[in-house]
């Protein structure tokens, strides 16, 4: 258990990043050992091949940016699937950074871990809040890399300012691909991260990744929550209720028979 004293909590100037950008980036909140345990612990979830299925709910394919494959690439959820991986979701470390930005207590919402293995294509300008009834407004995402994050493997990258607008589609309950004439292109901040750091960033900013170009795969958790007062813990519904819309979309493509575990 961290200590409070030890705890890193926000300086004015982080908290006003926050505000006028809708992200912060965070250097070196976790330790070298720690990483490393964490990306082992990645490694395993990896050779479990009984969940690695197009047919589990809980897995992503993403097509190769040359389109010649499809690429095992995501567990959503994934805290279930690890105790470390939980731990990490509920660090009191992150857990004070997220108080400090809420002004209260951050409940986790949602939970996934990308692999991005070489040659996965990266995903087109969005925003992650999706006018679902009782979606919470506060959603934000803490992005946490086990890998090196850079433009060679499609790190994330942000377009600040722009979350201060809120949705910048229909709010009709679909995701929607934003325009790229949508945002200033000289604005774009990539999200470049070593394993020890994070990056926040709010469900109204605008972001997306380019493919992975390197040799490596380039692995990164993302840890979604809201505000306390933003409809508490939802967690549990959330994923219901995805787990109902993702086979209601997968039948569209006429995959049936699908599953969860």
């Known amino acids: 258990m961290v200590q409070l004293e030890e705890r890193r909590v926000l300086r004015d100037a982080e908290y006003s990043r926050w505000k006028q950008d ?13 990483m490393q345990d964490l990306s082992e612990e990645a490694w395993k979830l990896t050779y479990q091949s009984d969940l690695i ?9 993403q097509q190769t940016y040359d389109d010649r494959d499809c690429l095992w690439e995501t567990f959503d959820p994934v805290i279930d699937l690890s105790p470390l991986i939980r731990k990490s979701a509920f660090d009191p470390r992150l857990l004070d950074v997220l108080h400090d930005l809420y002004g ?5 919402f949602k939970d996934k871990l990308i692999f991005k293995q070489p040659g996965t294509k990266g995903y087109e300008l969005h925003q992650d809040w999706i006018a679902w009834p009782g979606f919470p407004r506060s959603f934000l995402t803490v992005l946490i890399p086990l890998d090196t994050a850079n433009a060679s493997n499609g790190c994330t990258e942000v377009f600040p300012g722009y979350h201060q607008q809120g949705s910048l589609s229909p709010e009709d309950g679909t995701y929607h691909r934003l325009p790229d004439e949508t945002v200033d292109e000289s604005l774009v901040v990539p999200l470049e991260l070593e394993p020890g750091d994070i990056a926040i960033f709010d469900g109204f900013t605008p972001h997306r990744s380019g493919p992975n170009l390197s040799p490596s795969w380039r692995r990164q958790l993302y840890l979604s ?13 959330h994923y219901e209720e995805f787990q109902v819309y993702l086979r209601k979309r997968y039948a569209e493509y006429g995959l049936t028979n699908t599953w969860f575990k």
Not at 22 to 34: P, S, V, Y
Not at 104 to 108: S, T
Request: neutral net charge; contains cysteine.
């Open 225 to 237: 929550y809201n505000a306390f007062s933003d409809g508490g813990q939802q967690r549990t519904a």
């Open 53 to 61: 299925d197009k047919h589990n709910l809980r897995c992503r394919f």
């Open 22 to 34: 809708g992200f912060l980036i965070l250097r070196g909140l976790f330790d070298a050992e720690e």
């Open 104 to 108: 209260e207590r951050a409940c986790l």
